[in-house]
């Protein structure tokens, strides 16, 4: 798996070290397994060394893939941020990828304190009752659920 991120596009640059760190993270999970499996001894045994090379291939991948994308040249480039197409060197390139931020309207229904969300939950859905609107139907349904089962 490793070795076939060589033959990823450029474009995957992300996914290429997503899956060989992960790789890294297995085969480290595998070497303190078999080490812990294994008799103490004062010498290296065989394999150790073979664990230990085989975790240095998915680093060199890193490694190597991160080197390669650092030396591309190309105004036009894009790459892949979280499922996204990003060009490189927009300045608000970042800007399109925040996600969108609701305001709460009553504050108390995030309240830290658990009595005031309560009582702010409470309100919320008898005002909802009374209004009854598409909007807020889904919500009562829910509040409703949720309040049985607590």
């Not at 080490?35 to 190597?64: G, H």
């Not at 060009?87 to 995030?110: H, I, N």
């Amino acid at each position: 798996i490793v070795y076939a991120t060589n033959f990823f596009k450029d474009f995957f640059f992300e996914a290429v070290v997503t899956v060989n760190l992960t790789a890294l993270l297995v085969l480290t999970t595998l070497f303190i397994s078999v080490s812990q499996s294994l008799p103490p001894t004062a010498y290296v045994k065989m394999i150790d060394i073979w664990l230990i090379f085989t975790q240095m291939i998915p680093f060199m991948e890193v490694l190597l893939h991160t080197w390669m994308d650092s030396h591309r040249v190309s105004e036009d480039r894009e790459i892949n941020h979280h499922g996204k197409t990003l060009t490189v060197g927009d300045e608000d390139v970042f800007d399109e990828v925040k996600p969108p931020v609701e305001e709460v309207q009553d504050s108390a229904l995030v309240s830290r304190n658990e009595k005031v969300m309560v009582d702010a939950r409470r309100t919320f859905y008898e005002n909802a009752m009374e209004n009854e609107d598409d909007k807020h139907a889904r919500c009562l349904e829910i509040g409703q659920t949720t309040g049985k089962v607590i």
